[in-house]
């Protein structure tokens, strides 16, 4: 059973850089699709980045093109999200998922996603 560790959320100031890691932990990920959702409470869950595992492209929500980056590393099955000037809206829960089934479209909703990471919490100050 795979799972999804994450780390490097916290408190920043705005303006500022985070950068988010997540690890597939239980085997070799071969799955479509790892990427990044956000919720804060009220709102539905937001695609931050998604990227094809095969391909490397990359998917951004509209709200974070230009400040966020997604990147990976195949041989440690990890996913990256660097986010730079960040903004007080940024501030939210942040969670890995991973689409482990083999998939020709573009996974964008979170129900595409079988596997998720606890969240980490990322709060923005102004």
């Known amino acids: 059973q795979m799972q999804l560790v994450e780390s490097g959320g916290g408190l920043v100031q705005a303006g500022e850089s985070l950068r988010l890691s997540c690890a597939a932990a239980g085997g070799t990920f071969s799955g479509s699709f790892m990427g990044w959702f956000r919720h804060t409470p009220g709102k539905e869950r937001e695609l931050v980045a998604t990227i094809r595992w095969t391909s490397g492209s990359t998917y951004y929500g509209n709200s974070v093109k230009g400040r966020f980056t997604i990147s990976k590393d195949n041989a440690k099955n990890t996913v990256f999200l660097q986010m730079n000037n960040l903004k007080p809206e940024d501030t939210a829960v942040y969670s890995c998922?991973?689409?482990?089934?083999?998939?020709?479209?573009?996974?964008?909703?979170?129900?595409?996603?079988?596997?998720w990471g606890q969240g980490t919490q990322v709060t923005v100050s102004s």
């Open positions: 998922a991973a689409d482990s089934r083999s998939r020709i479209g573009i996974s964008l909703q979170p129900y595409l996603y079988d596997y």
